[in-house]
């Protein structure tokens, strides 16, 4: 069974950085891994992933600001968030895909992790 744990979130100001971490182990080797965040009362949303071959796909709310990664020899999914803005402020998960296919389909993930807080302030 796959286990997925987010770390590296936190409390940041306007305009700050942080970068998110998403352990995995049992691990089969995904296809696709993903980034999702839940605000408060709001739907949870894609906004990155990533397919076993690298390519990439973002929410038009993060693109240019926020970036995928994944280190494959160590089972670690990262997420590094620049120009963070109140507006980011969520819960982030952490989640993988076994199958084919790749993207920001909640539906299509099988695995998710606990979550991890980013808070971002004025």
């Known amino acids: 069974q796959v286990q997925l744990v987010e770390s590296g979130g936190g409390s940041v100001q306007a305009g700050g950085s942080l970068r998110l971490s998403c352990g995995a182990s049992g691990y089969p080797g995904a296809n696709c891994m993903g980034w999702f965040r839940q605000a408060p009362g709001k739907k949870r949303e894609g906004i990155a992933s990533i397919a076993g071959d690298g390519t990439t796909s973002y929410a038009d709310s993060v693109k240019g600001r926020f970036t995928i990664s994944k280190d494959n020899d160590k089972n670690i999914l990262y997420l590094q968030m620049n120009s963070l803005q109140p507006e980011d402020t969520a819960m982030y998960y952490c989640?993988?895909?076994?199958?084919w296919g790749c993207g920001l389909v909640e539906a299509w993930y099988n695995s998710w992790g606990q979550g991890t807080q980013v808070t971002v302030s004025s």
């Open positions: 989640a993988s895909r076994l199958l």
